[in-house]
């Protein structure tokens, strides 16, 4: 046992869950009050007989008092050789997916999924050159960063971008303060602000510097994927030779551009109309839409999207995307944020049309379980008297994988729907 680390033991009967491979502990499982340490430091963890079970980070501040990294005791699981050790599996891992060979940008590294807990990276790709977007959620994770960026030059290469993005509010959650973005590294001088990235075989441009949580959604590649197959077939049925699509929370219109790419394709012609809160985000979304597109007519709606919803008339869209932001937070936001769900979707179903209509209904909120979910969208369909055969379900993309151990690890949740 190392004596330059903080030693914390587990309460007679708390290990169980810990020893079938979940990667935390509660406070209220340790035997005294896990102080006496920094917020992020190392800490060995031992069973009640005195067994060692695991090193991983200690955070006195948080609920979540401890987060392994190894059940290895022999070496520093926080070093450089260490860490790129686990950035290079997380790499392999990708590349194994095939992200890699064919030029998608992908998250990397996906906290306890990865052996990293509390670290976020997304790999971005582009014809002129790659970016790493790195986020700490945890007190463990930030004390590591400057580990991290050197093992990033490692694995992806010295010519890499580096870009810190720890604006997040659940900071707080581990005692962490909200930091301004940081552009650690640039070598090539890429234009980070307007960076024109590979995902799904498209080309978009988004802001990785000042852009929401790391600048672009990598999580719902493969509900993209799934949804336009659905969605084809429903186009070449109903002969339609023009789609209306409506983009809920657009962003930078990512659903709405492989809606263009196949409807170009199908050769009709395509109707957007997009609505988000924040106007940069309409530019983009205008821009990617138009980039991937056959002369796509757009209207962009900048708002509150319930506000703007309200306006729109009834059974007016024939695709419907409602792909908002968690509102669900914490356990106290379920009630709230449930409801927010109900009405959303409410007025998402409204506005699609009531026969040969097609919808993606979404929620990123891990502590919302799917049937709850698909409970409400049923009864979102029945206040909006449509009838929806739900012909598709997916989650997150496989670069944001899931541990059996973990189902922390799976938080998003979409379901594809044609009205009858």
């Known amino acids: ?40 430091a190392l800490v060995e963890l031992y069973d009640v007989g005195g067994k060692f079970l695991a090193q991983g980070f200690g955070n006195p501040s948080s609920l979540i008092a401890f987060r392994t990294l190894t059940t290895q005791s022999e070496s520093d699981p926080t070093t450089l050789e260490a860490i790129t ?55 463990g994770a930030q004390k590591i960063l400057g580990v991290v960026t050197e093992a990033l030059k490692k694995v992806c290469g010295p010519d890499a971008a580096v870009i810190f993005r720890n604006d997040a509010g659940f900071r707080k959650l581990e005692g962490l303060e909200e930091e301004e973005p940081q552009v650690v590294s640039n070598p090539k001088k890429l234009s980070l602000e307007k960076f024109q990235l590979r995902s799904g075989g498209l080309t978009f441009e988004a802001d990785l510097v000042n852009g929401q949580k790391t600048g672009f959604f ?23 030779k023009k789609i209306k699509v409506l983009d809920l929370c657009s962003y930078v219109g990512q659903w709405s551009a492989h809606l263009a790419q196949m409807a170009k394709r199908l050769e ?3 109707e957007v109309t997009a609505i988000d809160a924040s106007g940069p985000a309409l530019s983009f979304a205008a821009k990617n839409i138009e980039r991937n597109g056959s002369g796509p007519k757009i209207e962009t709606l900048k708002g509150d ?43 998402a179903t409204r506005v699609l049309k009531r026969q040969g209509g097609g919808i993606v209904a979404c929620s990123c909120s891990g502590l919302l379980d799917e049937e709850t979910f698909l409970q409400i969208l049923s009864k979102a ?39 009858h």
């Not at 449509?386 to 799976?410: K, S």
């Open 218 to 240: 990598l999580d719902q590649a493969a509900n993209i994927e799934l949804a336009l197959q659905r969605f084809e077939t429903l186009v070449r049925a109903s002969g339609l």
């Open 305 to 347: 999207v319930f506000d703007e919803l309200a306006k729109l008339e009834e059974a007016s869209f024939d695709l419907v995307i409602s792909d908002p932001p968690a509102f669900i937070k914490g356990r106290k936001d379920l009630p709230t944020g449930s409801h927010a769900y109900l009405q959303l979707n409410t007025q």
């Open 268 to 270: 009709v012609a395509l």
């Open 85 to 139: 050790q686990k950035l290079d599996a997380a790499f392999e891992l990708r590349k194994r997916l095939g992200y890699l060979n064919k030029r998608n940008s992908h998250r990397l590294c996906f906290g306890e999924a990865d052996g990293l807990p509390g670290l976020i990276i997304d790999h971005y790709l582009g014809d002129a050159g790659n970016a790493c977007v790195v986020q700490a959620h945890t007190a």
């Open 1 to 40: 046992m190392s004596t330059s680390k903080k030693v914390w033991r587990l309460k007679k009967g708390s290990d169980r869950r810990f020893r079938a491979g979940h990667p935390w502990v509660y406070s209220n499982e340790l035997q005294s009050s896990p102080k006496g340490i920094e917020p992020g």
């Open 381 to 419: 369909a029945r206040r909006s008297t449509r009838e929806i055969h739900w012909v598709g379900r997916g989650t997150q993309a496989p670069d944001h994988p899931v541990l059996a151990q973990f189902p922390e690890g799976r938080y998003l949740k979409a379901f594809i729907g044609f009205t």
